[in-house]
């Protein structure tokens, strides 16, 4: 055969998905200014943003698979924006709106401020990285640890609903120091969370039980009437959904053997 006429190897592509990798890039842009609006002490904004960032977490990769779009650099991209939206982002709003001010109780309680927003946000880090490694091998019924989103939520409703009831992260400050160091932890716990992602195998893997969505519409009527109210207790209930379900599986052993 003519050298000429030998086939030509398709060439590998270079491009990216654009659409799902838009919806991580607003993401990412919700956190970075939720930093910079903490920073200028509007709270409330920076809160708004967090969560925003949240939904739009929550819609490329649903996107991706809708449109089949997957690609490893989305997942890598998605994670790095992940980090800044509900790791820095959150450390960050905490740190300026409450942890800050403890360095007027002394330098040494100045430090443990900034050391407390460090931890959280190297905690979330470490929490993308363990959730990366272990994709495909975990269950995906459960998280295991607190998810970032939803510890970023935590965080993030707190300063939220006390900005809206006039009390200052100076007033709460170890209060919000407390929060930080657990919300913190629990990200980097071996504790199970419920993922709301079904059953994960067979044809039924993407179904929830039918309750779910009676709660969700009652979610959504409260977020309208009482938005940061309403999104600090569903975060309250869900990081302490995972520990009380720890302790009610440890104790049905016991159950079964007194019964026995």
Known sequence: MDQQDAPVAPRRGRGI?????????GGLFGGFFAIIAASQGRFEAACVAIFIAAVLDGLDGRVARLTNTQSEFGVQY???????????APAMVMYYWALLSLRDDGITLGKIGWLAAFLYAAC?????????SQVGI?????FIGLASPAAAGLMASFVWTCERGGWSGT????????????????????IRYTSFKGSGKGPKADRVPFIVLPLVVGLLIALWIAPAETLLGASVL???SG???????????????AGA
């Open 138 to 142: 975990v269950d995906k019924r459960w």
């Open 78 to 88: 998605d994670s790095l924006a992940d980090l800044i939206s509900f790791g820095m």
């Open 124 to 132: 979330a880090a470490l929490r993308l990285a363990r959730f990366n």
């Open 17 to 25: 998905y654009l659409l799902p990798n838009l919806f991580t890039t």
């Open 171 to 190: 007033e709460l400050r170890f209060f919000a120091l407390g929060l930080t160091i657990i919300a913190g932890l629990l990200m980097v716990s071996r």
């Open 243 to 257: 520990p009380i379900q720890g302790l009610l599986r440890r104790r049905k052993p016991a159950d079964a053997d």
């Open 238 to 240: 869900y990081a302490l």
